[in-house]
């Protein structure tokens, strides 16, 4: 439930999102760049039922494959941002068959400096509030659902999957959620989430630990927004 209400918000800003913006000098900032409302909405909202729904998550949270959660992170989402560093390192465009595998600059998306100025109030509040939304929110609802629910569903969606030991490994689940786990993101960004995504089940299957792959998801998450906003990379989040 809380992925689904995430996503959307998501759809309902594509739907309604060309009706509501206006791209004019005099449009004030929610018409203008509504994703900078939107967004916090969604945040504070799939925050909200995470925390009611908190009781039925069994994390098994744990010091040592928490630590071997945060070496994941990292690895992962460094092969995320390879293909936009070899951009910019080889000179390349973003026209040619290399961005099918996610080699473009990532300078258009998010930026609160564009809507709120440098270091206004206002653009420390939509900053802090990415991250709480990419670091705790995004990797808390993907995995519950990608990790938690789906690897067990595939495996076994006409029986009572959901008494399945969390962490078994088999080929199906790993094809399945990897695939959709991929899907689920911008085809810009179709290789880098394969890649971290078998990353993330083959720590799924190794910790046999829900709360090592949320902390994997975090730090990446984390990495990912200051990489972002130290190269002026705002399109890979």
């Known amino acids: 439930m809380p992925f689904g209400v995430f996503m959307g918000f998501l759809l309902l800003l594509q739907i309604f999102g060309t009706f509501l913006?206006?791209?004019?000098?005099?449009?004030?900032?929610?018409r203008h760049w509504p994703e900078q409302w939107v967004y916090p909405l969604q945040t504070l909202v799939t925050l909200g039922?995470?925390?009611?729904?908190?009781?039925?998550?069994?994390?098994?949270?744990?010091?040592?494959?928490?630590?071997?959660?945060?070496?994941?992170?990292?690895?992962?989402?460094?092969?995320?941002?390879?293909?936009?560093?070899l951009h910019d390192r080889l000179g390349l465009t973003d026209d040619g068959w290399w961005r099918w595998f996610g080699v473009e600059a990532r300078t258009k998306g998010f930026n609160p400096a564009e809507a709120f100025g440098e270091g206004t109030p206002a653009f420390w509040a939509a900053l802090v509030m990415r991250f709480v939304r990419a670091v705790v929110v995004v990797a808390l609802v993907e995995e519950i659902l990608w990790r938690s629910f789906m690897t067990r569903m595939v495996d076994d969606w006409e029986g009572q999957y959901w008494k399945r030991p969390f962490g078994e490994a088999s080929w199906k689940s790993f094809?399945?959620?990897?695939?959709?786990?991929?899907?689920?993101?911008?085809?810009?960004?179709?290789?880098?989430?394969?890649?971290?995504?078998s990353l993330t089940?083959?720590?799924?299957?190794?910790?046999?630990?829900?709360?090592?792959?949320?902390v994997m998801h975090?730090?990446?998450?984390?990495?990912?927004?200051?990489?972002?906003?130290?190269?002026?990379?705002?399109?890979?989040?």
């Open 21 to 30: 913006t206006w791209e004019h000098p005099a449009a004030p900032w929610w």
């Open 218 to 237: 975090a730090v990446a998450n984390l990495l990912m927004g200051i990489f972002a906003m130290a190269y002026g990379k705002y399109g890979l989040w």
């Open 175 to 197: 094809g399945i959620v990897t695939v959709l786990f991929m899907l689920a993101h911008a085809p810009v960004d179709y290789a880098g989430a394969f890649v971290y995504g």
């Open 49 to 85: 039922l995470l925390v009611k729904w908190w009781k039925y998550y069994e994390f098994r949270w744990s010091l040592k494959w928490s630590a071997v959660g945060v070496v994941f992170g990292a690895v992962g989402i460094g092969f995320w941002l390879l293909p936009t560093v």
């Open 201 to 214: 089940y083959l720590l799924c299957i190794w910790s046999k630990n829900l709360g090592a792959c949320v």
